[in-house]
């Protein structure tokens, strides 16, 4: 078994070599049945500072199919969702001046990938689990997402610089 680098300490799986892994199938080696369950990959987001601009590009050069702009002002962001064949991205943009996406944008003013989002089939036991792992999450407790679900984000140091979205499927 060869360890996965990269979000290693995050997720803690053992996987087989790369070419045994490319299946639909979720990972869950190394972590009990019984406790929780690492889930398909939910979405890339894209933080962008203009929004009708990523849209049109998404829609109308790419011809993807692109979702109505959703303002999430609890997160702080307008959200817009980009189907694709297995997975989604999405879009962000930010909503007031106390966004996080605005100060991503300040740093990154062409904007860029902000965070993955990986489903979990039970997010109490994968922060409990976790925050035994001394991996560090942004907030308190889990908050309803973009959509509809209790999300917790998982703190970037502790993800070899990836922000790592928990979502509850």
Known sequence: MYAVRGLSRCISLTTPPLRAISSSVPLRQGVPSSVWKLGRLNHV????????????LYRDVLGAQVSATVPLPEHGVYTVFV???NTKLELLHPLGEKSPIAGFLQKNKSGGMHHICIEVDD??????????QNI?????????G??????MFLHPKDCDGVLVELEEA
């Not at 973009?146 to 999300?151: E, S």
């Open 45 to 56: 987001a894209i933080a962008v500072p203009d929004l009708e601009k990523a849209k049109a």
């Open 83 to 85: 189907e694709l064949g």
């Open 123 to 132: 997010i109490k036991a994968a922060i409990l689990a976790l925050k035994a």
């Open 136 to 144: 560090r999450m942004l907030s308190a407790e889990p908050r309803i």
């Open 146 to 151: 973009a959509h509809g679900k209790p999300v």
